[in-house]
């Protein structure tokens, strides 16, 4: 491997920027996986919609018991926020979602009753989209390993979000990288273990992705996990990974990667370790790009790339499976 493996991929600052289709690309990526998340509230409105229309009046909506969690949603009572409710509380939210909302639109009640079940969903919805592009990015890297394991000719693992088990690669791996929470390989009689988002004692903080020289066994129970997490000297690499592709949001995500990145440096610099460090991101602008390469040319980070960029993507990934 190159001592400077960025170099595969990248040829100066410029080549880390974002371009225009890749923006444009992302935010209609978004957009269908936004309209994707909501059609099961869209189903669930037109539910509601029709259960609804089977009483005259919207006074009479408080007979309907079985539509009661429908109800509260349409008078702005989250799920959370239900579970702390008593009965007579509920009954109370409801009749002032009909007399303040439902009865004043008069023959149009119906309709109000679903745009005020579609407002709520929509702020549930808003809050699953923010982590949306965390999990896209997620996936994308995913598959990238995965492909660069088989160019390699490495069988993997993986750990399954479903069952929590390792599971061997099944003879069709297509949309795999869906359920994916942990990927393991051997390196040269080594075993290589990645996952994601998690507490890394020596930093104190969740990190994106850490790749250890450890066994999927050392990582399967939560117990077994956390004694491996605290051995310094297994951590082979701990990089950053950022999926939004709003350019407005693009320093903001990396002061928080940058802050992430010198935290892990220094805590382990104390353990006399030093880790690979790298940054994926997908919204990189001219500033953060001069900044990411500096500190690749200084000794910062050893490797970075544009997730929107395949190349670089893919390159990152070959260099990472075979650290």
């Given at each position: 491997m190159a001592t400077r493996p960025f170099l595969r991929h990248l040829q100066s600052a410029d080549d880390l920027l974002t371009t225009y289709e890749a923006k444009r690309a992302g935010f209609i990526?978004?957009?269908?996986?936004?309209?994707?998340?909501?059609?099961?509230?869209?189903?669930?409105?037109?539910?509601?919609?029709?259960?609804?229309?089977?009483?005259?009046?919207?006074?009479?909506?408080?007979?309907?018991?079985e539509i009661e969690p429908a109800l509260l949603v349409a008078a702005g009572v989250s799920d959370k926020a239900t579970a702390y409710l008593e009965v007579a509380d509920r009954k109370v939210a409801i009749s002032a979602?009909?007399?303040?909302?439902?009865?004043p639109q008069?023959?149009?009640w119906l309709d109000e009753l679903v745009y005020r079940f579609l407002l709520t969903r929509g702020d549930t919805l808003g809050g699953a989209m923010r982590n949306i592009a965390g999990a896209l990015a997620q996936r994308k890297m995913t598959r990238a390993i995965i492909s660069a394991l088989a160019i390699l000719g490495h069988e993997y693992e993986y750990l399954d979000s479903a069952s929590g088990r390792w599971l061997g690669k099944p003879e069709n791996d297509a949309d795999i990288e869906l359920r994916i929470k942990g990927l393991s390989w051997q390196f040269q009689n080594d075993a290589r273990t990645l996952v994601y988002?998690?507490?890394?004692?020596?930093?104190?903080?969740?990190?994106?992705?850490?790749?250890?020289?450890?066994?999927p066994a050392?990582?399967?129970?939560?117990?077994?996990?956390?004694?491996?997490?605290?051995?310094?000297?297994?951590?082979?690499?701990?990089?950053?990974?950022?999926g939004g592709i709003d350019p407005a949001g693009a320093d903001e995500h990396w002061k928080t990667a940058q802050s992430a990145l010198n935290r892990i440096q220094r805590s382990f610099t104390e353990e006399s370790k030093t880790p690979h460090l790298f940054f994926v991101g997908a919204a990189i602008e001219k500033d953060m790009a001069n900044e990411i390469w500096e500190q690749l040319n200084n000794g910062g980070l050893e490797n970075a790339a544009n997730l929107t960029d395949d190349n670089q993507v893919a390159s990152l990934c070959m260099w990472l499976c075979q650290l």
């Open positions: 990526s978004l957009a269908l996986e936004k309209n994707r998340q909501a059609t099961p509230f869209v189903q669930q409105a037109r539910a509601l919609r029709s259960a609804a229309a089977t009483v005259k009046s919207p006074r009479e909506l408080l007979t309907l018991h979602l009909i007399q303040d909302f439902l009865e008069g023959e149009q988002n998690i507490k890394v004692p020596a930093v104190n903080k969740n990190v994106d992705l850490c790749l250890l020289n450890c066994r050392d990582v399967t129970t939560n117990r077994v996990a956390r004694a491996t997490y605290r051995m310094t000297d297994l951590y082979i690499a701990l990089g950053e990974l950022k």
